[in-house]
Structures are given as structure tokens and as C-alpha cells.
């Protein structure tokens, strides 16, 4: 089975992409990273019960009042597990550049990261014995992460011009001041730079070639967009055509040795990547 990695950047078209590849002509499934972890914050989940012992002391909006739509006018929410969580207060504490910012980051992520995988594992699995050819995992940070190394290939959604970026932000999330704009896309590191590291995937010592790293470029509209995807699926399918996912599902052994090497080929693709930044980093 053909793992798409499926990443790009906030307000980049990437949920749009998503939704595409889960339509026809495609129909391929989707692992949403995003879905998971509201999923294992819910209330009555142990990540609920992190969250607030991590942050509960030091936020008190922390959850919606009982009175919220979310909450179903019951002060313990939903089922009586708890009050919903208030994502927006919860996101000005942990989006933006300042230290205390990138450390509770990190705590949320630590919290949330490990049941997202877990998640995502027991998906995979289903996925393959119920005779999928490919997956797509939709991952915000994907190469952020250490997912990259899992994925067959590779996807970007990204704009060229950072203008288009955060005039889509904006007018998607009003509330947003133009300060929480900018620290929501600067937190998830710049689209261009994911882009430029996806084609580095097409090149490299185990010889990868196309379709293992793909760029779609959503600057335009709509149609723009869908034949980007067209175009980027082409790829993929003369790289990983349906028969070989088929071979693989029926003769395991052709499957794990598949597995290995796409994965070793992916492993020194992010090596290489990384190598080339640290050059990149010691000329400054």
C-alpha cells in the first residue's frame, strides 16, 4: 500500500486537496492528522485530562462557558465529561515565535503527538487489510514530525506568494488580527521551504524518481487547482500504478521488501535534506 504524505502550510488549499483526492476520480482514503487530534482531546480522553493539568492553572478561559453551543448548555458537556476546550484561547498560548510560545508548543505536542500516531497506526492497518492500494495521510507537519520517512511520496500544497497566504487566512478566520495571522503561519514554517525539501526527494543516492515528490501550486482558482492534483496524481500513478499495490497486498513478502525500501529511500532523502541545511546554516 502506497503511503501519500499530504502536507503544505495553513491557508495553502491543503483541506481543498484533501477532499479532492477523497472524491472521484480518485477515492483514495484519508488519514486526517487534524481530525485525530480534536479526537484525542475530547472530553473524557486522557489527552483532555493532560491539557488541563498542563495549562488549566495558567489559563482560565481555558474551556467554553457552560452556556456555549459546544457544550450543549450543560456545565459538564457533553455525556458529563467535561466542557469542551477553547481552541482559540488555547492557540494564543502556544502560536508565536517567543520562548514560553515554542515551550508550551511543545508540551501540547508532546501530549497530543503520540495518541495522533497511535490513531494513525490502527488506521493504516485497517486501510491495508481491507485491500487499499494507497492512503493519504494528511499531515500539517509532516516533515516537522519524522512522518516523511513513512510516505512513498511526497505532496505540497503551497502558494509562491506569501501575499495570497495570508489574504486567504484572513478572510477564512476574520477574527484573526493580522499579528495572529502572521505567528499562526510563521508557527508551521514557510510552505516554499516544505516545497523546495519534496522535490529534493526526486533525487539522490537509491535514485528516486518522479512521483516521489510533488509540488501543487495553488496561486490560481478552482480549475487551477484541479488540474494541479491531475497532474500530480499522474505522476504518482506511473511511479506506484495500482497492479504493484495489488502485488504487494497479495504477496506480503513483496510488500515488506517494498516497505523497506521505500522507507530506507526516504530515510537518506531526509538525511541528504538535512545534511544540505546544516551546510547551508555553517556558510552564513
Not at 486526517?32 to 482531546?41: F, H
Not at 515554542?102 to 493504516?124: C, F, S, Y
Not at 503561519?185 to 526527494?201: F, P, T, Y
Not at 495553488?218 to 504518482?236: C, H, P, S, T
Request: a positive charge; aromatic letters at 8%; one cysteine or more.
Amino acid at each position: 500500500m502506497l503511503l501519500l504524505g499530504l502536507t503544505g502550510s495553513i491557508a495553502t488549499g491543503k483541506s481543498t486537496v484533501s477532499n479532492l483526492l477523497r472524491s472521484p476520480p480518485y477515492n483514495l482514503p484519508i488519514i486526517d492528522a487534524d481530525v485525530l487530534a480534536r479526537q484525542v482531546v475530547e472530553p473524557g480522553t486522557a489527552g483532555y485530562a493532560s491539557i488541563l493539568a498542563s495549562f488549566g492553572p495558567t489559563t482560565p478561559e481555558l474551556l467554553l462557558p457552560a452556556d456555549d453551543p459546544l457544550n450543549k448548555g450543560r456545565e459538564d458537556g457533553p455525556q458529563g465529561k467535561g466542557r469542551m476546550l477553547n481552541r482559540p484561547a488555547l492557540g494564543r498560548k502556544i502560536f508565536g515565535n517567543s520562548e514560553e510560545a515554542q515551550r508550551l508548543r511543545k508540551v501540547l505536542n508532546g501530549i497530543v503527538h503520540p495518541a495522533v500516531r497511535r490513531e494513525m497506526w490502527k488506521a493504516m492497518a485497517y486501510y491495508y487489510i481491507t485491500g487499499h492500494w494507497a492512503v493519504v495521510l494528511d499531515i500539517p507537519l509532516l516533515f516537522e514530525s519524522g512522518w516523511e520517512r513513512f510516505c512513498g511520496c511526497v505532496i505540497v500544497v503551497a502558494v509562491a506568494d506569501p501575499v495570497v497566504q495570508m489574504r486567504r487566512l484572513r478572510e477564512r478566520d476574520a477574527h484573526l488580527s493580522e499579528e495572529d495571522a502572521r505567528n499562526r503561519v510563521m508557527s508551521q514554517g514557510d510552505v516554499r521551504e516544505k516545497a523546495k525539501r519534496a522535490l529534493n526527494r526526486k533525487g539522490g543516492p537509491l535514485g528516486e524518481g518522479e512521483g516521489w515528490g510533488e509540488v501543487v501550486w495553488n496561486d490560481g482558482d478552482r480549475d487551477d487547482l484541479e488540474k494541479e492534483v491531475r497532474r500530480v496524481m499522474e505522476e504518482v500513478g506511473k511511479s506506484s500504478p495500482k497492479w504493484w499495490g495489488w502485488l504487494c497486498l497479495i504477496a506480503p513478502p513483496v510488500g515488506m521488501t517494498a516497505a523497506t525500501y521505500s522507507y530506507l529511500r526516504s530515510w537518506l532523502a531526509q538525511r541528504r535534506w538535512e545534511e544540505e541545511k546544516r551546510r547551508e546554516k555553517a556558510m552564513l
